[in-house]
Nanobody, 127 residues
Framework: QVRLVESGGGSVQAGRSLRLSCAPS????????MAWFRKNPGGKEREGIA?????????LYADSVKGRFAASKDNAKNTLYLQMNSLTPEDTAMYYC???????????????????WGQGTQVTVVS
């Protein structure tokens, strides 16, 4: 069974940066895409914030993080990264990575499109 493991979360002051990583546990596998989602305190659903397509390397972002966050992927390691800059208290959330093994034809920010998930890493931004 494919498992993903996130790391790099923590507590930081507003305006600072953090870098999250997501690596597979249990072997290397081919992905169609890998994405970052987050769920803030009291949130009902996970918000898709960034995706990287394995074949093209293209990345897409939610408006809420565009220009501040940058997602990248090391295909050799199947490891996904999220560089988060200019953090604000509104970015406080549990951050999850997800992997899609094939294209279901849905929207990248729909969590139903993903087949494997990590347990999450907490990011807390204090003002």
């Amino acid at each position: 069974q494919v498992r993903l493991v996130e790391s790099g979360g923590g507590s930081v002051q507003a305006g600072r940066s953090l870098r999250l990583s997501c690596a597979p546990s249990g072997g290397i596998y081919e992905t169609f895409s890998m994405a970052w989602f987050r769920k803030n305190p009291g949130g009902k659903e996970r918000e898709g914030i960034a995706v990287v397509y394995t074949g093209s390397g293209n990345a897409l972002y939610a408006d809420s993080v565009k220009g501040r966050f940058a997602a990248s992927k090391d295909n050799a390691k199947n490891t996904l990264y999220l560089q988060m800059n200019s953090l604000t208290p509104e970015d406080t959330a549990m951050y999850y990575c997800a992997a899609s093994f094939y294209d279901d034809g849905g929207m990248w920010y729909d969590d139903n499109e993903y087949h494997a998930w990590g347990q999450g890493t907490q990011v807390t931004v204090v003002s």
